[in-house]
């Protein structure tokens, strides 16, 4: 017995210890969010208020200003600035006498503070149960994704009092007690925003009917308050601009995310729009509602709020950009029944929330009419057809969980790895890699824009004296046989032909193809070519920046012929800026080459067949010809594209360890993908 007492003490010592450091890391992580926060918050004042004047607070200027609508003689709709309805007007008068400056910084610091307290009610509303890490780590996010949010940081650069309505919605359902109270805060809200009126059947059909009453009887005296004050202004509002109906910019802008500016985007006008719009937007308030009701009823109120929110997003006539917070709520709901499906819907609100929509879809024509109304078409979603789970489904606790491989003995154990660097085994989410390859392209073609330098001037100065010094080293190595192969290719037609059509056409293609086939094919090493090749690319950008270099066809008195972009005008200063999509200067290291031998080699270390790995080692082969005989890289960037690429490897080795080998000839169980032989040995 003593003995057992004796080797148990040990146990609960390090049972304490790993608990007592669990906690340190927590709270470690908890107050580096707060920090977070915190560095945002001052981000965000420093860039409006360090903008010059009338160019920041633009809308605040127009209400409140010297000259602002509420400041002078007439009415606050004489012009179509003021969009606010005639309450908020009287609301907002008291504020025409103070300074501008003051006014601005007071405005800002004071939108700040909403947004924090946004965060905190919605951190606060989250659907219970949760873990006790995610209550404490719930404020903090919020806070960030909100101030993060293209919402948010229009307000703050407009002046706009969008928030307002959203917290005091939130406030109603959420902070005060009784049912009275919550229906004066969301009346008044109504008061500032009137499509905020669709709550009013949210809360009659859940119960709650005092509030659904107070919140109507609230917002009828606050709008009868304002046309006993300003009646000239009411009517003209009300009646005269139907409920601000063509207040502000065109009501077919971009910035109108509503089903009558995603109408009037599409061509139509007139009798039959106006037709089209009240259909669609009773379809939308009707099924939207039913839904909200029932995830209210299933003890999600604040997914409630925020699928009414979206319904009243698409249902107004006009909903512009700093209005569209309701979308970003919608956030908390659970969508997938797989682990690794459930961060499909968060993580594609939050980049429609963020990010512009030109980075979140390519520019193509045919996918216009998607990307300018990607918000509306995420608010209609969410209100109508995303199916977020119930609290009583099985799956919404414990979803389906992940399949990961066993520990790699041959890792590094010096290198800190992360859980989600871990081997999976499960195909992933096809939605969610879409989205992050097509935001990781559009951030890769952001930076490799910005490596150009300083200035266009000074940029190609300092690209083409790297250009002469690679020049200087492949004389020394005698490999300088760009000029021979370029004149050579351009004088037999075909040739040049061909690799003017393989350099321009094999370059994205081939890689989105190896991945689409290792997808469907090898989801194991989808995972794990997609790694090296995404550390590839990270590496070749730090080249572009650190070291902008000329090709071979913008340096000067060379003689290389540009097959590809015809001839080159090296008497204008901006002549190596061929478009502005992309930096002429980015050639060293060679993602063309690079990009190709990362197919090659995986190609031939997954293809099952000597003649399929020999033509994956061609493309590199074909590649290389190509970008020296078209006078688009030097041979040394090639080299440097090949380093990269074995760097990119490496890196994916030392992280995730090595490739792991798939079992051949063993049925796939069900939900469950390919199924390993031997994960802790591998290749």
């Known amino acids: 017995m003593a003995n057992a007492e004796h080797s148990g003490r040990p146990a609960e010592a390090f049972g304490a210890t790993a608990a007592g450091t669990a906690r340190a890391r927590v709270r470690a992580a908890r107050l580096g969010l707060w920090l977070v926060v915190a560095i945002l918050a001052v981000r965000q004042m420093a860039v409006v208020l360090s903008t010059p004047r009338g160019e920041r607070l633009t809308d605040l200027e127009t209400w409140v200003g010297p000259n602002g609508v509420l400041h002078v003689e007439g009415s606050l709709y004489?012009?179509?600035?003021?969009?606010?309805?005639?309450?908020?007007?009287?609301?907002?008068?008291?504020?025409?006498?103070?300074?501008?400056?003051?006014?601005?910084?007071?405005?800002?610091?004071?939108?700040?503070?909403?947004?924090?307290?946004?965060?905190?009610?919605?951190?606060?509303?989250?659907?219970?149960?949760?873990?006790?890490?995610?209550?404490?780590?719930?404020?903090?996010?919020?806070?960030?994704?909100?101030?993060?949010?293209?919402?948010?940081?229009?307000?703050?650069?407009?002046?706009?009092?969008?928030?307002?309505?959203?917290?005091?919605?939130?406030?109603?359902?959420?902070?005060?007690?009784?049912?009275?109270?919550?229906?004066?805060?969301?009346?008044?809200?109504?008061?500032?925003?009137?499509?905020?009126l669709l709550f009013v059947a949210l809360l009659w059909f859940t119960g709650r009917k005092r509030a659904a009453a107070s919140t109507g009887v609230t917002f009828a005296a606050?709008?009868?308050?304002?046309?006993?004050?300003?009646?000239?202004?009411?009517?003209?509002?009300?009646?005269?601009?139907?409920?601000?109906?063509?207040?502000?910019?065109?009501?077919?802008?971009?910035?109108?995310?509503?089903?009558?500016?995603?109408?009037?985007?599409?061509?139509?006008?007139?009798?039959?729009?106006?037709?089209?719009?009240?259909?669609?937007?009773?379809?939308?308030?009707?099924?939207?509602?039913?839904?909200?009701?029932?995830?209210?009823?299933?003890?999600?109120?604040?997914?409630?709020?925020?699928?009414?929110?979206?319904?009243?997003?698409?249902?107004?006539?006009?909903?512009?950009?700093?209005q569209l917070l309701w979308v970003l709520l919608a956030v908390v709901g659970r969508v997938g029944r797989r682990a690794s499906d459930r961060y499909v819907w968060p993580v594609a609100v939050i980049l429609v929330m963020t990010l512009p929509a030109k980075m979140?879809?390519?520019?193509?024509?045919?996918?216009?009419?998607?990307?300018?109304?990607?918000?509306?078409?995420?608010?209609?979603?969410?209100?109508?057809?995303?199916?977020?789970?119930?609290?009583?489904?099985?799956?919404?606790?414990?979803?389906?969980?992940?399949?990961?491989?066993?520990?790699?003995?041959?890792?590094?154990?010096?290198?800190?790895?992360?859980?989600?660097?871990?081997?999976?085994?499960?195909?992933?989410?096809?939605?969610?890699?879409?989205?992050?390859?097509?935001?990781?392209?559009?951030?890769?073609?952001?930076?490799?824009?910005?490596?150009?330098?300083?200035?266009?001037?000074?940029?190609?100065?300092?690209?083409?004296?790297?250009?002469?010094?690679?020049?200087d080293l492949e004389r020394l190595l005698h490999i300088d046989i760009e000029h021979a192969i370029n004149h050579a290719v351009v004088k037999v037609d075909w040739l040049r032909g061909f690799f003017d059509f393989y350099y321009t056409s094999f370059?994205?293609?081939?890689?989105?193809?190896?991945?689409?086939?290792?997808?469907?094919?090898?989801?194991?090493?989808?995972?794990?070519?997609?790694?090296?090749?995404?550390?590839?690319?990270?590496?070749?950008l730090v080249g572009f920046w650190l070291y902008p270099l000329a090709p071979p066809r913008l340096m000067p008195n060379l003689g290389i012929i540009d097959t590809v972009h015809g001839v080159q005008d090296f008497t204008k200063p901006d002549y190596g800026t061929l478009t502005s999509l992309t930096n002429q200067y980015?050639?060293?290291?060679?993602?063309?080459?690079?990009?190709?031998?990362?197919?090659?080699?995986?190609?031939?270390?997954?293809?099952?067949?000597?003649?399929?790995k020999a033509l994956g080692l061609l493309h590199p082969l074909f590649t290389v010809s190509a970008i020296v005989a078209t006078g688009n890289h030097w041979v040394l960037d090639a080299v440097g594209g090949a380093v990269v690429v074995g760097a990119g490897f490496g890196l994916a080795y030392v992280f995730q360890g090595p490739r792991a080998r798939v079992v051949t000839g063993v049925a796939e169980k069900p939900e469950r993908e390919p199924v390993l032989e031997d994960s802790g040995r591998g290749r």
């Open 78 to 196: 004489d012009t179509t600035r003021f969009t606010g309805t005639p309450f908020g007007g009287l609301v907002l008068k008291p504020l025409t006498r103070a300074a501008e400056q003051a006014l601005g910084w007071g405005w800002t610091f004071g939108t700040l503070l909403l947004v924090v307290a946004l965060g905190l009610v919605a951190a606060r509303a989250l659907p219970q149960p949760i873990s006790r890490r995610t209550s404490l780590f719930a404020a903090p996010i919020a806070i960030c994704l909100l101030m993060l949010s293209l919402p948010v940081r229009n307000t703050l650069w407009l002046g706009q009092t969008s928030i307002i309505p959203v917290l005091l919605v939130l406030l109603g359902c959420f902070a005060v007690r009784g049912q009275r109270a919550s229906g004066v805060l969301i009346g008044v809200a109504a008061a500032l925003q009137p499509t905020v």
């Open 222 to 322: 606050t709008t009868a308050l304002a046309w006993a004050a300003m009646p000239h202004d009411s009517y003209t509002y009300w009646v005269h601009h139907m409920a601000g109906t063509g207040l502000g910019g065109a009501a077919n802008d971009l910035a109108n995310q509503s089903l009558h500016g995603l109408l009037l985007r599409l061509g139509l006008s007139g009798p039959l729009e106006i037709a089209l719009f009240l259909l669609l937007g009773a379809a939308v308030a009707y099924v939207g509602l039913r839904r909200a009701v029932r995830y209210a009823r299933d003890g999600q109120l604040l997914l409630a709020v925020a699928i009414t929110g979206c319904a009243a997003i698409a249902v107004s006539p006009t909903t512009w950009q700093h």
């Open 360 to 471: 979140m879809l390519p520019n193509m024509a045919a996918l216009y009419p998607l990307r300018d109304n990607v918000v509306l078409l995420a608010a209609i979603a969410a209100a109508t057809v995303v199916p977020f789970l119930s609290r009583t489904s099985e799956y919404y606790r414990t979803p389906i969980p992940t399949d990961y491989a066993p520990p790699v003995p041959a890792r590094f154990a010096r290198v800190p790895l992360l859980p989600f660097l871990r081997r999976v085994l499960s195909r992933p989410n096809l939605l969610l890699e879409l989205l992050l390859i097509r935001v990781t392209y559009a951030a890769y073609q952001k930076v490799r824009l910005a490596a150009s330098g300083d200035g266009m001037t000074s940029g190609r100065v300092r690209a083409e004296e790297h250009g002469r010094q690679i020049l």
């Open 507 to 540: 370059h994205f293609v081939v890689p989105l193809s190896v991945l689409a086939i290792l997808y469907w094919r090898r989801p194991v090493d989808y995972r794990w070519a997609r790694a090296s090749l995404g550390l590839t690319t990270l590496l070749a």
């Open 586 to 612: 980015a050639a060293m290291p060679s993602l063309h080459f690079g990009w190709s031998l990362w197919c090659g080699l995986v190609i031939a270390i997954v293809a099952p067949k000597w003649w399929m």
